[in-house]
């Protein structure tokens, strides 16, 4: 009896110590170099905007990464999520949010998702039209383009 009281104890500092972690990603070294170029070049040019990163994943082993700017002043939905997000982006030190195409798919910004088994056509979903520096790359690094509009 002893023994369960003291994995049961275990489990739950571990699941209270999970929540409040952030999930750190490592981008492929050729993505990251590139990506740290872009934003020490925007940097240089306007520094009153903060970025998150929009990452999908576009076919089998194919991802395209987006840098998305935005300001706290900002009342979107997308914000919103940056906010709250504990997934981040590692470039050159720096942690940068990190929204994923999933989120978007899976998601609801409401609360009220209908009962259970009957969900289907009452879900509000969002779709996130990002504009601004993209890298499409391979899961080895391999970059296939970059676009920045």
Known sequence: MRNIFIVAFILCHFAGYSQGN????????????RVYNHLRMVLNTRNDNKYYFFLRKDTVGA?????????????????????STNR????????????????????????DVGNFGHRDGNIRKLHLL???????????????KEDNW
């Open 88 to 111: 981040y982006a590692l470039v050159n030190g720096k942690l940068y949010p990190i929204l994923l195409d999933y989120d978007f798919t899976f998601s609801s910004p409401d609360l």
């Open 63 to 83: 991802y395209s990464l987006t840098i998305v700017p935005f300001k706290d002043s900002d009342q979107t939905l997308d914000r919103n999520w940056v906010n």
């Open 22 to 33: 952030k999930i750190t990603y490592i981008l492929p070294d050729s993505v990251e170099v």
């Open 130 to 144: 990002t504009h601004g520096y993209t890298i499409y790359f391979k899961t080895n690094g391999s970059v296939l």
